[in-house]
């Protein structure tokens, strides 16, 4: 890869249901080198931020995509890449939950790591517990190298043209949460590639706000899981890390 990305090749896709506030501090701390595109999902919030997303739309070079209805993270996330795809012709996709605040450096080393073969798919490393205040990852001083692990977070992740191309996009028959990321992940290793956690690149996710702070998201996300962990051992025929299947319903 080169060392600059072209105009349009990195799409930020936000995805958000409600928790406007979390937005509003999160948007500022998107610090890149790289040009960007903004695709910000609106996934039936009704809380405010559908105007925030359109007044943002109006002042700034963005793309907001509102929906009446929670369609789940999976089909977020797959919408996003897709206008991402449809309008620009990108080839990176940053994804970040709504409730992160993200180092400035955060995004640019993301981008970094798929300079490492087989790498479809990079995530950052969340700072929660390791400091006082959400706020101070925002000077945090950055480890000196970089560690790869194969345990990607995908509540601030990156993933490229690739892993479009050879892993596809997300199963939306996870609903509305849980179990989506495990499954891509194990399609990625399934493919041949790698998926990783970069320790350079930092965040702090405030962690589950959607979930904690909506009564009737989160009743759904409770009996969600139930139904898609059942899902997930039907299509792969174990829960994660336990899988048998090398092809998905392959009893």
């Known amino acids: 890869m080169a060392g600059i990305l072209r105009k349009n ?25 790289y040009p960007y595109n903004l695709i910000l999902i609106n996934n039936g919030s009704t809380d405010g931020t559908k105007e925030y997303f359109n007044q943002l739309a109006a002042d700034f070079k963005i793309t907001a995509v509102h929906y009446p209805a929670n369609r789940g993270v999976s089909s977020a996330w797959n919408a996003g890449l897709r206008r991402a795809l449809l309008n620009f012709g990108a080839n ?22 798929f300079k490492v073969p087989g790498v479809v798919l990079a995530t950052a490393t969340d700072l929660a517990g390791k400091v006082s205040q959400p706020q101070e ?5 950055l480890p000196k190298s970089a560690n790869l692990k194969e ?3 995908f509540s601030c992740f990156m993933l490229n043209r690739k892993a479009l191309d050879l892993v596809g996009y997300f199963d939306v028959n996870f609903f509305p949460a849980y179990f989506e990321d495990n499954d891509y992940h194990y399609r990625v290793k399934l493919a041949g590639l790698r998926a990783v956690k970069n320790s350079r690149a930092l965040y702090f996710h405030y962690g589950s706000r959607t979930i904690k702070e909506n009564k009737e ?21 174990g829960t994660p890390g336990q899988e048998r299947f090398k092809k998905p319903f392959n009893h």
Do not use: Q
């Open 137 to 141: 990852v925002l000077s945090y001083r």
């Open 151 to 153: 345990e990607p977070d």
């Open 9 to 33: 090749e990195l799409a930020i896709i936000i995805p958000v249901l409600n928790c406007l506030e979390y937005t509003k501090a999160m948007i500022p701390t998107i610090k890149t080198s």
């Open 92 to 113: 990176y996709f940053f994804i970040p939950n709504n409730d992160v605040l993200l180092h400035p450096d955060c995004i640019d080393t993301l981008v970094d790591t």
């Open 217 to 237: 998201v989160k009743e759904k996300s409770n009996f969600g899981y139930v139904v898609n962990r059942d899902y997930y051992c039907r299509k792969w025929g």
